[in-house]
């Protein structure tokens, strides 16, 4: 999906049935009477050959107390500073109304690109209301009848442009990820470690785990405002939000995510959009902080969360949450340390750093972890020192030999980084069992100094030294044939 359009207006003028439209199902409830959306709904929409995520939002009320509409307004209102582009919807039946006018000046302010459209504008009768949205000051209006799918053609001529710059700034900001170390350049080439993040290409950071272990407030803390929406209740964040920010000279963007629970208890189809939210972010971070609840952590979504990271290749680092209330703090860190060895031996020597978002405290620790996992993430580990370092691990464990054959192991390289990944020249590599496989990984770990960072190691063969081998025998030439009759 290339940017998400959050679709706003007032209540009943048509965001839902226009939502329903654009993902071609009917996933969001449809009624004549105001006020039926109560929360932001995605979906994956289409309009041509454009592929973008839609979001249809509760409809704007002219109050901000904390009564139930009051939260609904500051919803939507998180949805417009989430969305990339945002669909403003006015009735072109009713006309222009007071909330019409207010809600244009906040989208004005708070929306960096805004479609304004005219919604059941079928008909003669609609002319009026049509002209007068020029009033609004957010640019000529699209006629639009989401009931009967007119008027589309003109919103995809304003969605086009727009998704053209959004595709290209998701590939400018996409991570470096499985770089060929013969494509790398500058210090990445020269094998002194990778190069530091800068203004133009930061540092990218995802904070997962499950919900209510106090993702928010640790980045609100880290970011020194109150700029996410932080409460007791889980759940609060809904959306995967990045955030720019310089954390003590680092220039990092980081991103909140939803929570994430176990499959069975997400039943909520906004909730499913959310987690699945939460996982792109995995994918487009280059460092993932698993944060856990000091009172309950390493429970089983904890695992699959840092699995899910390891497996995607991502630098990982464990944050334990809420160690402000803990009393005996040295006999649970040591419990923390022995359940993390034992329940993530695939993330051994991962820094582990203990935390409190409430105060503050804990979180140079964070910052040093969160750096000293990216640069073991861009390890480059010259050939010889690798070849070296093989024979040794041969030596003193040689490989197994299975079926009385034995598998040499001939030659290792490293081909990527960002996560290290290496291959291993060897006879009969399907033959070659796990077991060994791990003990190259773990030796690699720990004489290299790659504590943490996933390792990818493949064995690949390297052909049989007979030229001759497979060959079919070749058949007597006509020659030979006649000689042998006569």
Same mark, same amino acid.
């Given at each position: ?6 679709? !706003? ?20 409830? !449809? ?19 454009? $592929? ?27 949805? !417009?500073?989430?969305?990339? +582009? ?136 880290? +970011? ?147 750096? $000293? ?58 033959r070659m069992p796990a077991s060994y496989t ?24 390297q052909g049989d030294r007979n030229p001759y ?18």
């Amino acid at each position: 999906m290339s940017f998400t359009l959050a679709i !706003v207006g007032r209540p009943n003028v048509g965001k839902s049935t226009l939502f329903n439209r654009l993902v071609g199902k009917r996933l969001a409830l !449809v009624d004549d009477r105001p006020g039926v959306t109560r929360d932001l709904r995605e979906g994956e929409a289409r309009l041509g050959d454009l $592929r973008f995520t839609v979001i249809d939002t509760a409809g704007l009320e002219d109050v901000t107390d904390d009564s139930l509409q009051g939260r609904m307004r500051r919803l939507t209102e998180r949805a !417009v500073d989430m969305a990339d +582009i945002c669909l403003f919807l006015i009735d072109a039946r009713t006309g222009v109304t007071p909330s019409d006018e207010v809600f244009a000046d906040i989208l004005r302010k708070r929306a960096a690109h805004v479609i304004l459209a005219a919604n059941k504008a079928e008909g003669a009768a609609a002319d009026a209301g049509v002209l007068e949205a020029w009033s609004l000051g957010l640019g000529e209006p699209i006629r639009l009848s989401a009931e009967h799918g007119e008027g589309l053609n003109d919103l995809y001529a304003q969605l086009a442009p727009l998704a053209e710059q959004f595709a290209a700034r998701a590939e400018r900001e996409a991570p470096r990820t499985d770089v060929d170390i013969d494509g790398q350049d500058g210090d990445d080439a020269a094998g002194d470690g990778p190069a530091m993040p800068r203004p133009d290409k930061p540092l990218q950071v995802a904070v997962v785990g499950r919900p209510n272990a106090g993702k928010s407030t640790l980045i609100n803390r880290i +970011i020194g405002e109150d700029r996410l929406l932080t409460g007791p209740e889980a759940g609060i964040t809904r959306d995967a939000i990045s955030i720019r920010t310089d954390w003590d000279g680092v220039p990092m963007r980081i991103f909140d995510t939803a929570g994430m629970r176990k499959k069975a208890r997400v039943q909520e189809k906004l909730e499913k959009l959310s987690v699945s939210d939460g996982l792109r972010a995995v994918r487009f971070a280059e460092v993932v902080v698993v944060l856990l609840d000091a009172a309950t952590p390493f429970e089983q979504q904890d695992l699959r969360i840092a699995d899910l990271a390891e497996r995607e290749g991502r630098a990982v680092v464990i944050a334990v949450n809420k160690w402000d209330v803990e009393t005996d703090r040295q006999q649970k860190l040591r419990e923390l340390r022995e359940a993390f060895e034992r329940l993530l031996p695939q993330l051994r020597g991962a820094p582990l750093v203990t935390v409190s978002a409430r105060t503050g405290r804990g979180l140079d620790r964070l910052h040093a972890a969160i750096l $000293r996992a990216y640069q073991v993430w861009n390890r480059r580990v010259p050939t010889a020192a690798l070849n070296r370092w093989l024979a040794g691990m041969v030596e003193a464990h040689p490989p197994p030999a299975p079926q009385g054959r034995r598998i040499r192991l001939r030659y290792m390289t490293q081909v990527k980084t960002r996560p290290p990944a290496f291959v291993v020249m060897c006879s009969h590599p399907d033959r070659m069992p796990a077991s060994y496989t791990r003990y190259l990984v773990n030796g690699l770990r720990d004489d290299f100094d790659m504590p943490g960072t996933p390792i990818r190691l493949t064995m690949r063969g390297q052909g049989d030294r007979n030229p001759y081998k497979g060959r079919r025998k070749s058949q007597p030439s006509a020659l030979r044939k006649h000689l042998k009759k006569s």
